[in-house]
């Protein structure tokens, strides 16, 4: 079996076993005698924690002593999921704590079952985010992640009657893997009035005065490398009321009751994750988290800088801080409002410091998920940022004049302030004037992001400005650890588990696509994972799936654009054909479960209709007696990341069908494929690298190319476009009230038909079902599939973030690994 380097982990099971055993009876005060699994979980953490906590020390030691410079990722969004399992094989201990928790009586499925999902995001943003730490430490580059520290994580999902109902995600009774840090604090102002006086030689001195205070509190998330002594950090930032006078006053003066509603206030901020994803709804809670987060992480890279007792123009030379899309946006008003009021900079040198430091991702095009405040909150929230985003937008607005002139159009487009009623601030365009670089995720996102809403700004820095980076995940997570059996077989034909941190090693599988023993066990090992997903069915929703059947499986944040409406009237589609036919001809078909899961945003009400559709049309369906075994509707519960490392191993087919242009990149396809699953998709985000690596004969592509999507929503609102014969018979069935009141699902009948169609749902129909139909027709072909699945894997080693993490590093920020 394979082991780790020498510098963690424990030397064997008994030297684990004494740690869980000390761990139970003294940090827990139990009996070892009365341990449950729950007290088996929290013991074995603490025991893990004790190594991973060693190796964080010395990691820090000698990024502090080398004096090299960091990386700091600013995300409000860490979608880290469980952190035991990944502990135990980063650090290359989990056999050791196997075979020791089963001589205590446990399994360590079980154990690793115990654990809360950390959910500190949404969806795609987050879950990168999180792949970025664990490549950073793997690749030992220097890095330092910072987040806010969600008392609430994403809502978990019940389905109740088929409606979503939201309940509270409380995460933190016991979390053994942060380190509160109750000496490292910050003081964050809000509101208050800005004061300007002029100084002996007349420079203007900006104060910002009055307000309300709040206290960040730092907790500490230590994460892991595979194989290598390298533990990064994630600083979380928790909010408290400050202990000022004035509280005290207010305490000691009897009033009692608003001394505790101020607290109450300044706990507020970082209670709660926002659980919208691409759709802005511009509340000042939201913007006050954003400001909370961003000034205590400046302070804390600021502080950090200053001990090196440097020049303040070398602070580029040791800091890059890359922004996870435009929600850190204010960083870059923060970095300059302390470079020049603080530590009185003038304002030019400050600026080209700040724009030095900076990178900017950016996730989206959609209009709806670009993030603009209005100027009004901005100025009564953060008066004197107001006045610098101002003074940004001056400069800028000026340059631009000086190089076209008399271009008054073009000065309104570029503005960092919308001329609008009321008056917003563009937070994309603040992000892309205070940036050096400019990523998009995907080839064809960073191709649309520079010819439609920054091509302006191409024009006006020039091209080198912008650039792509194409997302990745980590195989260690999302195959070594969701597939710990087809990672073997891996490792026992790619000559050990280098492939791990060199994906591209996974070449060596194509050497094997014909060895008929491999291909045997490749089979059951998806068909094993199977059997696991179908108890999971069972056990959660008492429906039998037959593991035989092709799993298609769509699991993703539910979404018009992402497009799962086109897949349930795919469904109903495959219903009513299938109960057109003859007892005969039904049993030449292909058997299907179509398997669905994610959340809707609480307040989007269109997302929330289609789960309901999708739960009605499966109660229907799988209980229909002419139906069987050919087809099965499930929606699974809450969908989140640990649902998703049992799910993504067990998929045949899985669904990436979001209108062309629409989704950035999307990360679960680059997954699902290399867990050997095939994908039906558009030509869309990361789809079209997938088809480029792996070859256009092994993906299932369908419907409009994005080009084509302006044109047709114009025919759409002007023209005739009588909608696709098969979706009307499916609407027809709808209505009729097959799947329940019709009157339920008017709005998503309407949106295709009387709306205009925005998301192409009625174009891309027909197509979508051919292709479907060849999917059936391929899988009966179970040898020639299963070569597909294997030349697919084999061609993966592209979407590593290690890949990814190289790119950012080398093209944006500047660093280099730190030898260990
Ligand atoms: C404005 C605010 C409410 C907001 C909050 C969350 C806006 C956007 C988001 C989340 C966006 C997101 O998850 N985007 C996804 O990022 C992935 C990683 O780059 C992409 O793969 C995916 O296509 C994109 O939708």
């Known amino acids: ?125 987050g879950r990168l985010a999180a792949c970025f730490l664990d490549s950073l430490a793997t690749l030992n580059y220097p890095a330092w992640g910072y987040g806010l520290r969600y008392r609430y994580g994403i809502f978990k999902q019940e389905i109740i009657d088929g409606y979503q109902v939201e309940v509270p995600d409380y995460w933190l009774d016991f979390n053994p893997w942060e380190f509160p840090r109750h000496d490292v604090t910050v003081e964050i102002q809000f509101y208050g009035h800005v004061d300007k006086r002029q100084d002996e030689n007349g420079k203007t001195i900006a104060k910002w005065e009055g307000g309300e205070m709040v206290t960040a509190v730092a907790y500490d998330v230590p994460t892991p490398g595979y194989d290598t002594p390298s533990t990064n950090n994630l600083r979380l930032w928790s909010s408290k009321a400050a202990s000022g006078e004035f509280d005290f006053q207010k305490f000691n003066s009897g009033d009692y009751e608003s001394s505790v509603a101020d607290q109450q206030r300044a706990e507020t901020i970082s209670a709660v994750l926002y659980p919208n994803d691409n759709l802005d709804r511009g509340k000042e809670l939201r913007l006050k988290q954003q400001y909370f987060w961003v000034a205590a992480s400046l302070y804390d890279i600021v502080r950090r800088f200053k001990k090196s007792k440097r020049k303040w123009n070398e602070f580029p030379d040791q800091v890059a801080i890359q922004l996870n899309d435009t929600h850190p946006t204010l960083a870059i008003v923060e970095l300059q409002r302390i470079l020049v009021d603080v530590e009185g900079l003038e304002w ?178 998806k068909y094993a994972n199977k059997v696991r997903l179908a108890r999971y069915i069972k056990s959660t929703l008492g429906i039998n ?90 929606f699974l519960e809450d969908y989140n990341v640990s649902k998703a490392e049992i799910i993504t191993p067990a998929s045949d087919l899985s669904e990436h069908i979001s209108t062309a242009g629409t989704e950035a990149s999307g990360t679960s396809n680059m997954k699902f494929v290399l867990n050997g699953g095939l994908i039906i998709g558009t030509c869309d985000g990361a789809n079209i690298e997938i088809t480029r690596e792996i070859g256009q004969e092994n993906i299932f592509l369908f419907g409009t190319l994005s080009e084509d999507v302006e044109d047709l929503r114009h025919v759409h609102t002007y023209g005739e476009h009588p909608i696709d014969p098969n979706l009307a018979k499916v609407f027809d069935a709808i209505e009729r009230g097959m799947f329940g009141e019709p009157n339920d699902f008017k709005a998503m009948i309407s949106a295709v038909r009387d709306h205009g169609d925005y998301y192409l749902v009625s174009d891309d129909f027909q197509s979508y079902i051919d292709t479907q139909k060849m999917v059936d027709e391929e899988y009966q072909n179970q040898e020639e599939w299963i070569s597909k699945c294997i030349r697919s894997v084999a061609r993966m080693g592209f979407f590593s973030s290690d890949r990814c993490i190289n790119e950012y590093a080398e093209g944006i920020w500047n660093i280099e690994p730190l030898a260990v």
Request: hydrophobic share 40%; aromatic share 10%; glycine share 6%.
């Open 1 to 125: 079996a394979w082991t780790k380097h020498e510098f963690s982990g424990f030397k064997n099971k008994d030297d684990f076993e004494r740690e869980v055993v000390r761990h139970v009876e003294t940090t827990l005060a139990r009996s070892i005698y009365n341990c449950d699994e729950s007290a088996a979980y929290s013991a074995s953490s603490l025991a893990f924690r004790d190594r991973l906590i060693k190796d964080w020390n010395k990691t820090q030691q000698r990024q502090t002593f080398t004096d090299s410079k960091r990386v700091y990722y600013l995300s409000l969004e860490f979608l880290m999921g469980r952190a035991f399992d990944n502990a135990m094989l980063n650090l290359g201990a989990k056999e050791v704590a196997k075979e020791g928790l089963a001589e205590l009586g446990f399994r360590i499925e079980d154990i690793i079952g115990q654990e809360h999902d950390a959910a500190l995001g949404n969806g795609g943003l």
């Open 348 to 525: 030019d040198e400050a600026w080209q410091i700040v724009t030095s430091t900076f990178g900017y991702t950016n996730h989206t095009v959609l209009p709806e998920a670009l993030e603009k405040w209005p100027v009004g909150l901005v100025q009564h929230l953060l008066p004197r940022h107001l006045q610098i985003i101002y003074d940004i937008n001056l400069f800028f607005l000026q340059s631009v004049e000086k190089r076209y002139p008399n271009d008054r159009d073009l000065l309104r487009r570029v503005s960092i302030i919308e001329e609008s009623q009321p008056k917003m601030v563009r937070m994309a365009y603040l992000a892309v004037v205070g940036s050096h670089k400019v990523n998009g995720v995907a080839e064809l996102h960073s191709d649309l992001i520079q010819t439609t809403i920054f091509r302006d700004f191409v024009a006006i820095f020039g091209e080198d400005k912008f650039t792509n980076v194409t997302n990745g995940i980590t195989p260690r997570r999302w195959l070594h650890q969701a597939n710990p059996r087809l990672s073997e077989l891996i490792a026992s034909k790619a000559d050990g588990y280098e492939f791990l941190k060199d994906l591209t090693l996974l070449n060596k599988l194509e050497l094997f696509i014909d060895d008929k023993e491999f291909r045997k066990e490749w089979a059951e090992i």
């Open 545 to 634: 799936v037959n593991p035989a059947a092709l799993f298609d499986v769509q699991v993703k944040r539910i979404h018009e654009y992402k497009r799962q409406q086109l897949n349930i009237f795919g469904v109903i589609h495959r219903y009513l054909t299938l109960k057109a036919m003859s007892p005969e001809e039904r049993k030449m078909q292909q058997p299907r479960v179509s398997i669905f899961g994610g959340k809707a945003a609480p307040g989007y009400w269109m997302a929330k209709q289609i789960i309901h559709l999708i739960n009605n049309v499966g109660a229907l369906v799988n209980k229909d007696p002419d139906i069987g075994d050919l087809l099965k509707v499930i």
